[in-house]
């Protein structure tokens, strides 16, 4: 049988304007996608209004283009997929495998972000609050391309979680599994940060009965005081004028060679040579790595 074709993506989130954590997330995605002759599909994350800063999206999609980027299709947007969360959602509840919790945040404050099952055997109504999911006391594991044997016992390190919010807002949990199935994803390259979120979703795919995806989860790019580089710590915004030298400190974060020609080329040149180049193993075996030690090219 042969192996299914690579189907690989780009999710950002529009709570702000792509940085550079977010290029380095980006590039890895395609190249890898680019490389395996497969295809790269753009979905903009944007489950959650209240954090989503005007303009954003179009933004993100705009900075995307500049610095080269093509993806396949039309860009797949989240909040136009809360009928298909809410009927699984509503599917599972039925089933007893999800159920309302009522708890606070201060109740829960003592448990260390382990939800402890308070409300498990109550029978909350689902619209009393926040549903979550039942998880069983089961250690799972996977061998991420890069950062090697994962394990995580989803009872002990992560208790029941939350799949829609006591707002009504589906949680990224839900929608990441459900759309990756859905849009036949086969390949998951993204930041280590979400390495810790990777065994509740090998549950959720087990619970839809879709395969599970390859993963290789890439090194974060961390500011001085040990930060990821990310929206809530106000990173600077992508600047249009500097897509080459930042695609090639790019490629310098995830171990990839190019030549010094590079430094003249488009962003497209750049981008086409990188994918005939592409080698993931080169990738960084660390969890993060400081932007301060990424020599400067422009």
């Not at 790269?40 to 994350?45: P, Q, V």
């Not at 209240?50 to 500049?66: C, H, K, N, Y």
């Not at 109504?125 to 996977?142: K, Q, S, T």
Request: charged share 20%; net charge negative.
């Amino acid at each position: 049988m042969k192996n299914p074709p690579y189907i690989g993506r780009f999710a950002p989130t529009p709570s702000g304007y792509l940085h550079f954590g977010s290029l380095v997330a980006a590039l890895a995605s395609c190249l890898d996608a680019r490389a395996a002759g497969g295809l790269w599909l753009m979905r903009m994350e944007d489950l959650d209004p209240p954090r989503e800063v005007a303009g954003a999206q179009a933004a993100i999609l705009q900075t995307l283009e500049t610095y080269g980027f093509e993806w396949d299709g039309a860009c797949v947007r989240q909040s136009e997929r809360h009928e298909a969360y809410e009927q699984i959602l509503q599917r599972w509840f039925n089933h007893g495998l999800a159920y309302a919790c009522t708890c606070s945040r201060k109740q829960l404050e003592p448990f260390n972000g382990i939800y402890p099952g308070l409300c498990r055997n109550l029978g909350h109504a689902p619209e009393a609050g926040a549903i979550r999911l039942r998880v069983p006391e089961v250690e799972y594991h996977f061998t991420d391309r890069v950062q090697g044997l994962q394990r995580q016992h989803l009872g002990r390190e992560a208790g029941d979680f939350v799949i829609r919010r006591r707002d009504g807002l589906y949680a990224y949990q839900l929608a990441v599994v459900i759309d990756d199935a859905w849009q036949g994803v086969t390949d998951i390259v993204r930041g280590a940060d979400l390495l810790d979120s990777t065994p509740r979703q090998l549950y959720l795919q087990e619970l839809l009965g879709v395969p599970q995806p390859r993963y290789l989860h890439v090194p974060l790019i961390t500011q001085p005081d040990g930060h990821k580089l990310g929206k809530s710590y106000r990173s600077p915004p992508l600047p249009a004028d500097q897509a080459t030298p930042l695609l090639l400190r790019a490629l310098q974060a995830l171990g990839q060679p190019f030549d010094t020609h590079l430094h003249y080329a488009t962003p497209q040149e750049l981008l086409g040579q990188a994918a005939r180049q592409w080698d993931a193993e080169r990738i960084p075996k660390v969890p993060a790595i400081p932007e301060a030690t990424l020599q400067s090219l422009q």
